[in-house]
């Protein structure tokens, strides 16, 4: 018997999952898991909105997962009918929690597979970059090509004073060619990805979705969530249709929305937005670049790691 853990924000908040309290008491529906990174709570969400036929479980994102979760998490897949999974590595951060492993703990759920979707196309300058040791950049977690490209070409000799120089030039703004380039690689990775994995397919569904197709490059807007959750219905002959739930998700950071951008995808520019929303706070775009540019001078590893890896896409943004 799994032990039940400590009251707390947390185990409230996932209550179902770690057993706490009772809202589920006499609830005899199939059990739905979607398992995977903060679009799977997402997911959860629309599918909770749109059908009844399943016990929709919250569980924390697998970035989150700790040894202490694994009892729980068996427990809870040992119930479950449907089992709804962004590819996962086996051995993820040392856990059983990869999409097989998941998989073979849940032997009477049937198996849904969802892409991770990452899109570019309406934040081509934005990237995510890795780095042992050195955590996320200052303000967002996400790093701009310009101002990586910006760290390079105003870093300090060694031993000279370092910090926020360059902040005030102007970002550069990429030519329609390039623009398009970083798009077609987004959209052409996101189909490569959906293909190898055998996943449904999302990527058709964001040219549609428009300036509303992401919030940043990983995390997608209502529309994609609300189109990706039909097809994992309609796989599961549900008989449902997806429902908004009438409220953003994924919001807690809003990226900016370039009119450069948004024209040359056919989109209408005064869409355009020209700073963050950070947890429903307005950020200036500068305040960010400043930040990040001082966070640059203390981690000249980053900004190596950013060149090597985003190499394609800056070459075409002319960076």
Do not use: I, K
């Not at 009892?71 to 897949?77: E, G």
Request: charged letters at 20%.
């Amino acid at each position: 018997m799994t032990a039940t853990p400590p009251v707390d924000g947390r185990t409230r908040h996932y209550g179902d999952f770690y057993g706490v309290g009772d809202a589920t008491a006499g609830d005899d529906r199939p059990v739905l898991v979607v398992h995977g990174n903060c679009q799977a709570e997402a997911m959860r969400v629309v599918l909770e909105t749109s059908t009844h036929t399943f016990r929709c479980v919250r569980v924390p994102p697998v970035h989150e997962l700790v040894a202490g979760d694994e009892p729980h998490l068996t427990r809870l897949l040992r119930t479950c009918a449907v089992l709804v999974s962004q590819p996962v590595r086996d051995g993820y951060h040392g856990l059983p929690l990869g999409t097989a492993e998941v998989a073979a703990a849940a032997p009477a759920a049937r198996l849904v597979l969802v892409p991770v979707v990452r899109d570019s196309r309406l934040h081509p300058y934005q990237a995510l970059v890795r780095v042992d040791g050195a955590g996320e950049p200052p303000v967002v977690p996400y790093h701009d090509l310009r101002t990586l490209a910006l760290a390079a070409r105003t870093a300090a000799p060694a031993g000279s004073a370092r910090g926020g120089a360059g902040a005030s030039e102007a970002p550069r703004t990429a030519g329609r060619a390039g623009l398009l380039a970083v798009a077609d690689r987004s959209r052409a990775e996101l189909r490569r990805r959906e293909a190898a994995h055998g996943t449904l397919v999302v990527s058709d569904l964001l040219e549609a979705a428009g300036a509303e197709a992401s919030h940043t490059l990983n995390h997608p807007g209502n529309p994609v969530l609300v189109g990706l959750v039909q097809r994992v219905l309609d796989a599961l002959g549900a008989g449902a249709t997806a429902r908004d739930p009438g409220r953003v998700l994924l919001r807690s950071v809003l990226a900016p929305l370039h009119p450069e951008v948004l024209d040359a995808l056919g989109l209408d520019p005064a869409r355009a937005r020209p700073d963050w929303l950070v947890n429903g706070e307005p950020v200036t775009d500068r305040a960010v670049r400043e930040a990040q540019l001082a966070w640059y001078a203390e981690h000249p590893e980053v900004v190596t790691a950013g060149l090597a890896r985003h190499a394609d896409a800056m070459r075409d943004l002319g960076l």
